[in-house]
């Protein structure tokens, strides 16, 4: 059985969610999936500032430094052997009578992590899959990583009742995102992508393919772009922790492009696979 993280303690995994957490009854916390492979956890000090910015945006003061928490998730990925697959972090307001108001300092967060053994999806990368279409029906702080995922779920789940791998989000006219990962298109041999704001969550994937395009000569704008310009883009591809850079050949039964990974996404994803072996080497 392999270990979790409560509180600031590594221990045996079991079931000691409180009935008043309030994750579990308001969803009042916030969380991080951070990919880990080769033992190595990718990408962990942005994993941490965005943690912390998130529980800054809901007035959460973490109980732990930045540092206690980073040496933790090392020691836990060490602790369970997990060579590939991802950590789940959550902390939550706390245990409290239910009220909805935040019940004032007498309330410490509860910190939690575990790890899950999960295989890379590069078949899914090289071969592609299709997305769905999904009014994005969220509300306006799309940029805090909070527990609150219920029109993220009825997204989801949506695409997996058409057999797609993601359901791609708009506002009205607007791509923002996608369910669990960022939208990026390709026109021209450019790259577009939603802005860093208040309507998406501002991936680490996301972030780390921007700054890869910028050492590989590939032009990127932070752009908002309509649900037209996806259907008639050249090349899509979604982006998350682990399932990493997903090409769309399809969406809502349109094609995209030649229906076959574009040129550009695989130079894209070649460049994320060289970033993953020199982690693995490190
Ligand atoms: C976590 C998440 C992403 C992807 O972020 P990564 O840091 O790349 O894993 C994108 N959209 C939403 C809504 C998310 O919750």
Not at 4 to 11: E, L, V
Not at 161 to 173: F, Q, S, V
Not at 185 to 204: D, M, R, W
Not at 222 to 231: D, I
Request: net charge negative.
């Amino acid at each position: 059985m392999t270990k979790m993280i409560f509180n600031d303690q590594i221990m045996e995994r079991e079931n000691i969610v409180d009935i008043e957490d309030r994750a579990y009854q308001f969803g009042d916390g916030i969380y991080e999936v951070i990919g880990v492979y080769g033992g190595k956890p990718f990408l962990l000090d942005e994993h941490m500032e965005r943690l912390q910015r998130s529980a800054k945006e809901i007035q959460l003061s973490l109980p732990y430094t930045m540092e206690q928490l980073r040496r933790n998730l090392v020691q836990l990925v060490k602790t369970n052997e997990l060579d590939e697959g991802i950590i789940y972090m959550q902390v939550s307001r706390g245990v409290s009578s239910r009220e909805h108001y935040f019940p004032g300092n007498s309330i410490t967060p509860v910190t939690i992590a575990y790890t899950r053994a999960e295989e890379r999806m590069s078949a899914t990368e090289d071969a592609g899959a299709t997305a769905v279409l999904v009014e994005d029906i969220r509300w306006l702080r799309c940029d805090i990583k909070t527990l609150n995922l219920l029109p993220n779920t009825l997204a989801k789940q949506k695409a997996v009742e058409n057999n797609a791998i993601e359901a791609i989000l708009h506002r009205g006219d607007t791509v923002t995102e996608a369910s669990a990962s960022n939208v990026f298109i390709v026109k021209e041999g450019e790259l577009f992508t939603h802005p860093a704001n208040n309507y998406i969550l501002n991936g680490i994937t996301r972030r780390k393919v921007i700054q890869l395009c910028e050492s590989l000569g590939i032009q990127v704008h932070e752009e908002a772009f309509t649900v037209k310009t996806l259907l008639q883009a050249d090349e899509v591809f979604v982006t998350a922790t682990k399932s990493d850079i997903i090409p769309i050949l399809k969406i809502d039964n349109q094609s995209i492009g030649q229906e076959s990974p574009g040129k550009i996404t695989r130079k894209i994803i070649q460049s994320f696979r060289s970033a993953i072996r020199e982690l693995e080497k490190s």
